[in-house]
């Protein structure tokens, strides 16, 4: 059964910092090709991309947090990062880690980040 787990989320006071991680267990699939990405979703508000990392490393980023929001990965570790700065009230949400072997896709349960203004 294949398991994100994710952790690093919090309350964080604006212009704050945060570090999520996200494990990867019981693939079996080669990870190495596959993308990775981030998504939030606030209180009445739809599911967004937040980040994606490609096999190759290449990245996307939502426009409002581009220059803030760095996503990495380690293949080696099966996990993904995301380091958040200057964090903004706007960034509360619920932050869940996806994994993309086309056309399945596995998401974690989600880690709480609360920005306080």
């Known amino acids: 059964q294949v398991q994100l787990v994710e952790s690093g989320g919090g309350l964080v006071q604006a212009g704050g910092s945060l570090r999520l991680s996200c494990v990867v267990s019981?693939?079996?699939?080669?990870?190495?090709?596959?993308?990775m990405g981030w998504h939030r979703q606030a209180p009445g508000k739809q599911r967004e991309l937040v980040a994606g990392?490609?096999?190759?490393?290449?990245?996307n980023y939502l426009d409002a947090v581009k220059g803030r929001i760095t996503i990495s990965r380690d293949n080696a570790r099966n996990t993904v990062f995301l380091q958040m700065y200057n964090l903004k009230a706007e960034d509360t949400a619920v932050y869940y880690c996806m994994l993309s072997d086309f056309p399945q896709e596995y998401w974690g349960q989600g880690t709480q980040v609360t920005v306080s203004a």
């Open positions: 990392i490609g096999h190759d490393g290449s990245t």
């Open positions: 019981g693939y079996t699939g080669d990870i190495d090709i596959d993308s």
